[in-house]
């Protein structure tokens, strides 16, 4: 009896893990195109096919997000080192616009901000982001297709290794 128990509750666990995998996964329902917007801090409206052409990394932050803020100064840095290659970060702050303008006049960054706070995170939704995870980021490769996307802190030698992989893709 006890054996029948404990095998009872290993699938049950099983299925739970299986279960709960599934539904926090990041995989994308169905991919979405680049023809989505959002204001700049000034109000200008950017589609983000704006930058298809390039290796796109959009990531979606913002300001009260620890983990957010650490992975910044090094996008900055990969920003300046690939974006003369075909790197472009932009990225969507899920705050309002007053808060992310106090934040950038303190630590600026070289990359387009867009504000994310009406449907940033309804698009994040859709790229697989189910959970609205803060940080999430999407690679998208020069052709626009979602290549890659990453929920939580996007360390630098894994954000290498996906953007050298498309840079080294043959082109479609």
């Given at each position: ?88 970060f932009v990225g969507i ?17 070289n990359y387009p901000i ?21 940080p999430f980021s999407a ?34």
């Amino acid at each position: 009896m006890r054996k029948l128990l404990f095998i009872l509750a290993a699938l049950a666990a099983l299925g739970l893990g299986m279960l709960a995998r599934s539904w926090l996964s990041v995989a994308p329902a169905a991919v979405p195109d680049l023809a989505v917007e959002f204001p700049d801090l000034e109000g200008k409206r950017h589609r983000l096919e704006e930058w298809k052409g390039k290796i796109l990394v959009v990531n979606f932050w913002a300001t009260w997000c620890p983990p957010c803020l650490e992975e910044m100064p090094e996008f900055v840095k990969l920003q300046d080192e690939l974006g003369p290659r075909g790197l472009q970060f932009v990225g969507i702050a899920i705050d309002d616009a007053k808060s992310v303008a106090n934040f950038l006049a303190s630590k600026p960054v070289n990359y387009p901000i867009l504000i994310g706070e009406d449907g940033g995170e309804a698009w994040a939704a859709k790229l697989g982001n189910r959970m609205s995870v803060l940080p999430f980021s999407a690679v998208f490769d020069f052709s626009g297709k979602l290549a890659h996307v990453q929920a939580g802190l996007f360390r630098r030698d894994d954000l290498l290794q996906v953007v050298d992989s498309l840079q080294k893709a043959p082109a479609r």
